[in-house]
């Protein structure tokens, strides 16, 4: 079965430095989207992404974050000068339909990529 | 605005017990509703939607409009079913997308 991959799995950085995270969706996927879960509490929406532009993204994603699509497989989260705050599971994830409804409306995540800022 | 409530952060159970792992729901339009499960350090994995009616790894769960509720269950609990429970909500966002919004999920713990 497909699934979506991401690196690295686990990333340790100090504070103030610059953390990209890849992920590649499910190839015949369209939607793309990251999502984090801070050790502890429940997981939150990030942002999410389709033609290569950004379609929505929450409060959580400010201008410390930008999301990229460098070649047709990657899909990138990139995080610049990282805080202690930002230390998280970063879970990628892919859908293929366009709509909600119907039996394909599901998101697949990735296994995540676990960041401690330091 | 929508939100998913999970009210148990913790849920023990015998082994062999049944299982009810309860979520309710608030959405002005009409609701999509997902569970998840995530074993340790693992990915989210989707569980069950309820437009499927399926049941997995025995667990079933129904969408009741009128109690905004879509409760997990299963009869007989099992040790590997000991994991962390989301139930999600799938909102129809605009420009074509639509994302989750989770619950803050409830961990059951199946005791042997």
């Known amino acids: 079965e497909p699934e979506v991959t991401q690196t690295p799995s686990h990333q340790v950085t100090q504070m103030g430095q610059e953390v990209i995270l890849r992920c590649v969706p499910i190839?015949?996927?369209?939607?793309f989207y990251w999502y984090r879960q801070i050790l502890g509490q429940k997981v939150e929406f990030l942002v999410s992404?389709?033609?290569?532009?950004?379609?929505?993204k929450s409060e959580i994603f400010d201008d410390q974050f930008s999301v990229e699509r460098p070649d047709g497989s990657n899909f990138t989260l990139k995080i610049r000068s990282t805080k202690l705050e930002d230390s998280a599971m970063y879970f990628c994830?892919?859908?293929?339909?366009?709509?909600?409804?119907?039996?394909?409306?599901?998101?697949?995540f990735g296994e995540g990529s676990w960041l401690t800022v330091v | 605005a929508q939100r998913v409530t999970q009210p148990e952060k913790l849920l023990s159970v015998f082994k062999g017990a049944p299982v009810e792992l309860k979520c309710n729901y608030s959405?002005?339009?009409?609701?999509?509703l997902f569970w998840y499960v995530q074993y340790s350090r693992q990915r989210l994995q989707l569980l069950l939607r309820?437009?499927s009616r399926e049941s997995i790894k025995g667990f079933t769960a129904d969408l009741n409009k009128g109690e905004t509720s879509f409760h997990l269950k299963k009869p007989f609990a099992q040790e590997e079913d000991s994991a962390m429970y989301y139930c999600?909500?799938?909102?129809?966002?605009?420009?074509?997308?639509?994302?989750?919004?989770f619950g803050k999920g409830t961990k059951l713990s199946v005791i042997p």
């Open positions: 959405y002005s339009g009409s609701p999509e």
């Open positions: 994830a892919s859908s293929e339909t366009k709509f909600p409804g119907g039996s394909g409306n599901t998101i697949y």
């Open positions: 309820h437009i």
């Open positions: 992404f389709y033609n290569n532009e950004i379609s929505e």
């Open positions: 190839s015949n996927h369209l939607y």
């Open positions: 999600a909500l799938s909102q129809y966002s605009g420009a074509g997308s639509y994302q989750l919004t």
